[in-house]
């Protein structure tokens, strides 16, 4: 479904990513995992097209995304959740969930969308007319994960969904994952918590300074020596 090329990004004279490959298969979650600073982001920015590579492709259906604009990569199918949430924090939770479809124009089937939406978040129901910026951190996630799914996306990035979050938050997140990928939905998860992404993730990639490391599945990764003792704290 997706797969990306000898990816060689660049901030300034900076290597942030070094060549790396890999790909994400239909139905899959697929976790990609490394201490911060790694290239994680930076990889999820450059698939959804927010930063340019100076080499590689990024192959998503047969297109290469890296000649297509970023408001053109969302109607393809593709959602982001960056990091730190980024919700509207003037705009009602139902404004923000508008602006996650703003791609469509199907106004009856975006309407089903909500609803469906309302009934995988009911905070965000009850919530629905309250500022977002109001909203606990928690709250925040599910608008931002809400929001994306406005768009029907075929595949979803998201980028640290459990950071700053409670343990109990943290499990009530990584649930709503697996729950969005069984409805059909293929997911790439950046996650700092790397023992929560690997026990739900069918295969994953380990990165290191731009590079990747490690690659398997993913339960066999949490088996791994050197993943136990670099990410899991074992």
Do not use: C, W
Not at 6 to 20: F, N, R, S
Not at 71 to 90: N, T
Not at 128 to 155: C, D, F, H, V, Y
């Amino acid at each position: 479904m997706l797969e990306v090329k000898d990816l060689q990004v660049y901030y300034g004279v900076i290597q942030a990513i070094k060549g790396i490959s890999f790909k994400v298969n239909e139905g899959e979650i697929i976790a990609l995992i490394g201490a911060n600073g790694a290239g994680k982001t930076t990889i999820l920015h450059t698939v959804t097209g927010l930063i340019s590579p100076k080499q590689g492709e990024i192959v998503y259906d047969g297109a290469d995304l890296t000649k297509i604009p970023a408001h053109k990569i969302v109607s393809m199918g593709l959602a982001h959740v960056p990091e730190g949430r980024r919700v509207f924090s003037q705009l009602s939770v139902y404004e923000n969930l508008l602006m996650g479809a703003f791609t469509r124009n199907d106004k009856g089937e975006t309407m089903d969308t909500l609803q469906q939406v309302f009934k995988r978040f009911p905070r965000l129901e009850e919530r629905r007319n309250q500022m977002a910026g109001t909203l606990s951190g928690g709250e925040q996630q599910m608008l931002a994960m809400g929001r994306a799914l406005m768009s029907k996306p075929r595949i979803i990035l998201m980028d640290e969904p459990s950071m700053g979050l409670s343990p109990i938050l943290v499990e009530e997140v990584f649930d709503i994952i697996q729950s969005i990928n069984k409805s059909g939905t293929t997911v790439l998860l950046v996650e700092q918590n790397a023992k929560k992404a690997l026990s739900i993730a069918h295969r994953a990639y380990v990165l290191e300074t731009g590079n990747i490391v490690l690659e398997g599945d993913a339960k066999k990764l949490m088996n791994d020596e050197s993943v136990k003792k670099a990410y899991l704290g074992e």
